[in-house]
């Protein structure tokens, strides 16, 4: 994964993932069910009462770009509101543009279109109540 071709961060999440693993009865999980490359991973998020992120964390059996974004977003997403995870968009593509190859958009877009549901669904299911 290491070349000219991918940003830094990519790599070192890679390298040394955070917040790999799951949670203890997580508030909300979300699998990513219907990816066009066979990545496979979950998230596990902890909701506070505030409504803010307290605790992310994810399990992957997908490719190291893949993974590496789920742990970007694990880090970065934490201490966000679920309304603000819900409606984010491009964070982590218009971060890194042009700094991985275009064949591996899908890697990654996925974890933060995956994160993204899962705030929404979570939102659309406190709405219910």
Same mark, same amino acid.
């Given at each position: 994964?290491?070349?000219?071709?991918?940003?830094?961060? /990519?790599?070192?999440?890679?390298?040394? &993932? +955070?917040?790999?693993?799951?949670?203890?009865? =997580?508030? /909300?999980?979300?699998?990513? #069910? #219907?990816?066009?490359?066979?990545?496979?991973?979950?998230?596990?998020?902890?909701?506070? =009462?505030?409504?803010?992120?307290?605790?992310?964390?994810?399990?992957? #059996?997908?490719?190291?770009?893949?993974?590496?974004?789920?742990?970007?977003?694990?880090?970065?997403?934490?201490?966000?509101?679920?309304?603000?995870?819900?409606?984010?968009?491009? /964070?982590?593509?218009? +971060?890194?543009?042009?700094?991985? =190859?275009? /064949? +591996?958009?899908?890697?990654?877009?996925? &974890?933060?279109?995956?994160?993204?549901?899962?705030?929404?669904?979570?939102?659309?299911?406190?709405?219910?109540?």
């Amino acid at each position: 994964m290491r070349s000219d071709r991918y940003h830094d961060v /990519l790599y070192d999440h890679h390298c040394d &993932p +955070r917040n790999a693993g799951g949670l203890e009865n =997580p508030d /909300l999980v979300k699998s990513s #069910e #219907e990816t066009s490359c066979g990545d496979d991973g979950e998230f596990h998020v902890d909701v506070a =009462p505030d409504g803010t992120i307290e605790a992310i964390a994810f399990e992957s #059996e997908s490719c190291a770009v893949s993974s590496a974004v789920a742990s970007i977003l694990s880090t970065e997403l934490e201490g966000m509101t679920v309304e603000e995870v819900a409606a984010i968009d491009g /964070l982590i593509a218009g +971060r890194f543009e042009g700094q991985y =190859p275009a /064949l +591996r958009r899908d890697c990654v877009e996925g &974890p933060e279109d995956v994160i993204r549901i899962a705030a929404q669904d979570y939102l659309e299911r406190a709405g219910a109540d």
